[in-house]
């Protein structure tokens, strides 16, 4: 009896470890692919390459189409043939090293999750809000509690998930590039 009176006392002086699981590191191409919508030559995805270790993936979005919803995937695993998704019901936050820069940054950029299936993603919110001064050209750690993106209604699957998402509203056509790295979850 007194053992666990003791472990009750510890629980309550020392709070429970928790474990960070890496989904991509950025130091090599994702095991899945990137993508971006709409389609075209003005946007594009690519990993760093450069004679110091890669710092992340570059999203660039150059010249963007006004009056234009940008979007654009990045998966860490593979969604076909094998299926290799994340299961995120253990954990409480998604985190992501990420930069943003450009001469015409959009109003907002927005961050979802997705599970494999057609359309099956969480809302999306406002990464301005997990990474205050994002458009300052400096690396910001933008850490999203999963609770804000998980809503009823979604086809989401927490046990399925393998990609995020970023997009952003271009009124008058975007310049900008979105570096990301180190995305895990705790």
Known sequence: ?????????????????????VLW???KQAVGVGWVS???ADMKIEVLKSG???RGSIIRFHAARPETFVECGWQWAP???????TDLTAYRTIELRVRAQGPQLPGDLLFSLASPGDHH???????KKYAKGLYDGRWHLAR???KDLYAPEMKFEPKRTIQIILGAWNAKGGDFTVELDDLAVR
Do not use: H, K
């Not at 009896?1 to 699981?21: D, G, N």
């Not at 969604?79 to 998704?85: A, D, I, K, S, T």
């Not at 993603?121 to 990464?127: A, D, E, G, K, Q």
């Open 1 to 21: 009896m007194t053992a666990l009176l003791c472990l009750a006392s510890l629980a309550s002086v020392y709070p429970p470890v928790e474990i960070r699981r």
């Open 25 to 27: 590191d950025g130091e």
């Open 38 to 40: 709409p389609q075209g």
């Open 52 to 54: 110091v270790p890669s």
């Open 79 to 85: 969604w076909y043939p094998n299926f290799e998704g």
């Open 121 to 127: 993603t969480t809302p999306r919110v406002s990464l």
């Open 144 to 146: 999203i509690p999963l």
